[in-house]
Structures are given as structure tokens and as C-alpha cells.
């Protein structure tokens, strides 16, 4: 099942005509069968880190949509690297198993699984995406879920939590790296092609590289090469960890309302991952807040490709462009002026999960129906043939037929449908 889709994905993009949204890529010997990608999107539906049967249910529905990459949500490599206690995780060895049946069925699918692994830093210890991550407090021990100590390069909060972060010492830092590597052998383990750091959005990592966040005096912080010193360890104990497939790196271009990391320090950092082997950047952004008096990034359509773009053409490196594209001819344009490598998507496909099908049909791909399983492709591609049966398309042979069929109850109601 799972080879013959796939087979039949890539026969069918094979002409030169195909929009490249649909044209396949191979990154590090990975095929993705087409440019389209499922973002991250935390779901706080795990069972201290296990994906459970939601996950199955929103991850196969999205694989099942037709992208050609297909990322679960920022999954953590510490216990205390989650954000809430529904967080996802890959922090005990017996959670391979879980993340082994999405990989699976997100492959039987046609698409390729992807892992993003994060650490939240000072961002932990907080309430679901749907009560606005409100942060634990005393009383919540009471329910069961009490606060917990979140980890930082500097013990400074972005908003007021239970505790004030940990500064971490060089141990802190040690084992937060070494985390990561387990991480990424489970990630394998589990059957995923492709990994993600996430290194944006104001997590641990983006908390080193932010002059907002990272006040240390050591040489994890200070200049720009101190501030990039542990998000570039972590990306070379997870390449190391994973020599032959693709490692993507998410980051914020800029830190957004009040912060002072900036599009060219983005691009230092690029280029400093690229030099490490880190395959592709995907350009995300903000998360720290501070007191400068740089601004929130405008929720315009496309609102980061231009980002995207910038680090694509000065750190020499491919990128996914993510961020208000929700129209087929939108991400095709983006391709087409080599502003990025692929289009990621995430409430656009909340709203529409068959996006990828949708959008294929849309620039005129004749055969859509072949990027989504055979029991739904079967019935559509049934419903257009019937389209072009005459007695289906309305005039006289309609009309007798349902006069037959109705008697006078017809009469009043004669069916033009042909060319309409
Ligand atoms: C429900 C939801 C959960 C998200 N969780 C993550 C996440 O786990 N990791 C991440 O890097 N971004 C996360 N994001 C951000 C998305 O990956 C994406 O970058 C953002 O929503 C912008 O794309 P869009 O305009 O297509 O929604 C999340 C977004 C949504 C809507």
C-alpha cells in the first residue's frame, strides 16, 4: 500500500508542466513527494510526553490531505522542557513505541514523518494553548499539576511565573545537549526522516541567541558568537546523532515587539548552521518580548517570507517559508521566485486539511485525486466520470429519465445542467 502511493505520487509528476509545488524534492536522500509541509503545531494532547489517540487522529487525517511532509508538534527532550504537562515528549526511552504507529501511518499515507525537538527553557511550567498559557501556580498542585522550575541562560522571566527560571551552569547546559542526542536516536528509532530543532518562537534555544534573554557573562553569552554558542552545539551533537537524513532548523528572524534580535544576526546564524550541515532553515519569528523598541512582525499574508527570502539568498542555504500563505497560487509564486525550498502551512489546514489536493487542482493538475488514499480517490475520481455521462448532464435525457422516474412531480422542475 504504502510503496504503490508513493509510486504513484511521483509517476504522476513527472512532466515538466507540474506547478513545483508538486514537483518532488530529495533533501539528504529523502524524497518528499511534493513542496508542501504540515508545520508544527502543538496539540497538548500527550500523556506525560506519549502521543495518544488525538494525535493519530490529526496527524493521519493532515498526512492523509495529501503534503508531502508531514511534522508532529515540538516535541521535548526533557521532562522539564515541556511547556505544560500535556506537552509532547520523547524523554523516555518506552515513548519510541507511540511515535513509531504516527510515523507509520503518516508513511502509509505517502508523506514523510517529521519530528520537531525543542526544550521550553523559562517558557515551561504553564496552562494549555487554550487557557492562553496561563503559568501554573501553588494551586494548581491541588488538581495535581504543580508549578515547576523552568531552565535559562539568564534567571530573568518573560512574564511573571511560580519561580524564576534557572541560570544554567555549564552542567545544565551539558545535559541539555545531551538530551537533544538521545532525543534524536529515538527520533530515529521511531521511524522519522526528518528532524527539526526548534530554535524560534522564544524556547530555550532562541532564549541564548536574544540579547533580551541572555544576559550571561561567560562565553554562552556577551557578542553574537557567545549568544549562538548553545544553539550551535545543539545543532552539532543532533547532526552528528543523525549523519543521513535531513535536519531542519526553525528559527525566529527577528524576536518581534521589543526585542533586539535582528534579520542580520538570522543570517550569521544561518550561515554558521549551514557550515555545520544543518540541511534547511525554516523561518519563523518572535516569541521575546522586551523594551526596545523593535516591532511586532505585521500579520500581512506571507508575513515572514521576506525574511525567508533574505536568509535564503545571503546564508546561501534552502528554507521553508511559513506564515499567512493560504492560497495555492501564493505558495506557487513563492517557489517559483526562489524565495523558498518549501511552504509550510498550519491553520490553513485546520480550516481545510485537504489543502494539498484542493490547492493541486487549483493550478491545474489534472489527476489531483492521486495525493490522497485510494478509498477517497476511488469515489471522486467515480464522481467526475459520471460528470461526462450524458444522461448526468442535465437536456433532454436527463429530463426523460427523471420524468420516468418522478412522473408529474418533475414537470415543474426540468433540468438544465449541461455547461453550467
Ligand atoms: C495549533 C498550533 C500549534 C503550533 N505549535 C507549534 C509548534 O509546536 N512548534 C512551532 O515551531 N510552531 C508552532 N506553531 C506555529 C506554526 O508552526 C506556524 O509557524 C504558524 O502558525 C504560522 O503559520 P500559519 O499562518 O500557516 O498558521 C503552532 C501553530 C498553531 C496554529
Redesign the pocket.
Known amino acids: 500500500m504504502k510503496k504503490n502511493v508513493i509510486i504513484e505520487k511521483q509517476s504522476a509528476v513527472t512532466n515538466n508542466k507540474v506547478p513545483l509545488l508538486f514537483q518532488p524534492i530529495s533533501i539528504r536522500g529523502v524524497e518528499l513527494p511534493n513542496r508542501v509541509v504540515v508545520?508544527?503545531?502543538?496539540?497538548y494532547h500527550s500523556d506525560d510526553g506519549e502521543p495518544t489517540d488525538w494525535q493519530i487522529m490529526h496527524l493521519g487525517r493532515l498526512a492523509a490531505g495529501g503534503a508531502g511532509l508531514v511534522?508532529g508538534?515540538?516535541t521535548a527532550v526533557e521532562r522539564r522542557g515541556r511547556k505544560t504537562y500535556a506537552c509532547a515528549g520523547l524523554y523516555k526511552k518506552k515513548h519510541v513505541k507511540a511515535y513509531l504507529r504516527l510515523t507509520n501511518l503518516i508513511r502509509e499515507q505517502g508523506a514523510v514523518p517529521a519530528i520537531?525537538l525543542?526544550h521550553a527553557g523559562r517558557k515551561a511550567s504553564c496552562h494549555t494553548?487554550t487557557e492562553s498559557w496561563r503559568p501554573l501556580i501553588d494551586q494548581d498542585s491541588q488538581t495535581g499539576y504543580p508549578p515547576w522550575q523552568g531552565l535559562a541562560p539568564s534567571a530573568l522571566n518573560q512574564l511573571p511565573r511560580h519561580f524564576l527560571p534557572k541560570e544554567m551552569d555549564r552542567d545544565d547546559i551539558k545535559t541539555v545537549i545531551e538530551a537533544f542526542r538521545v532525543a534524536t536516536h529515538r527520533s530515529l528509532d521511531a521511524g522519522y526522516d526528518v528532524i527539526e530543532i526548534?530554535g524560534?518562537?522564544g524556547y530555550l534555544i532562541h532564549q541564548f541567541l536574544s540579547p533580551v534573554s541572555n544576559h550571561r557573562k561567560d562565553s554562552y553569552g556577551g557578542d553574537l558568537a557567545g549568544r549562538m554558542r548553545f544553539a550551535l552545539e545543539v545543532a552539532e551533537v543532533v547532526r552528528s546523532a543523525c549523519p543521513d537524513r535531513p535536519v531542519f532548523y526553525?528559527i525566529s528572524a527577528v524576536d518581534g515587539e521589543g526585542g533586539i534580535w535582528s534579520l542580520p544576526d538570522s543570517i550569521s546564524l544561518s550561515q554558521e548552521l549551514k557550515s555545520r550541515h544543518i540541511d534547511l532553515i525554516?523561518v519563523?519569528s518572535g516569541g521575546i518580548s522586551g523594551g526596545s523598541t523593535m516591532p511586532p512582525v505585521p500579520r500581512i499574508p506571507g508575513y515572514?517570507v521576506g525574511f525567508c527570502e533574505r536568509i535564503k539568498r545571503d546564508a546561501d542555504v534552502m528554507t521553508i517559508a511559513?506564515?499567512?500563505?493560504?492560497k495555492a497560487q501564493q505558495a506557487e509564486d513563492i517557489l517559483r521566485a526562489s524565495k523558498a525550498d518549501l511552504i509550510?502551512?498550519?491553520?490553513?489546514?485546520?480550516w481545510n486539511a485537504d489543502w494539498p489536493v484542493h490547492a493541486a487542482h487549483e493550478l491545474g493538475i489534472k489527476d489531483p485525486f492521486f495525493m490522497i488514499p485510494n478509498e477517497y480517490a476511488f469515489r471522486l475520481r467515480q464522481r467526475e466520470e459520471q460528470k461526462t455521462i450524458p444522461i448526468n448532464q442535465g437536456g433532454d435525457k436527463t429530463n426523460a429519465a427523471m420524468r420516468f422516474l418522478l412522473g408529474d412531480n418533475h414537470s415543474s422542475n426540468l433540468i438544465k445542467l449541461k455547461n453550467t
Open positions: 508545520a508544527p503545531m502543538c496539540q511534522f508538534e515540538e520537531q525543542g494553548a526548534h524560534a518562537h526553525r525554516d519563523s515572514q511559513v506564515g499567512g500563505i493560504t509550510a502551512l498550519a491553520r490553513e489546514l485546520l
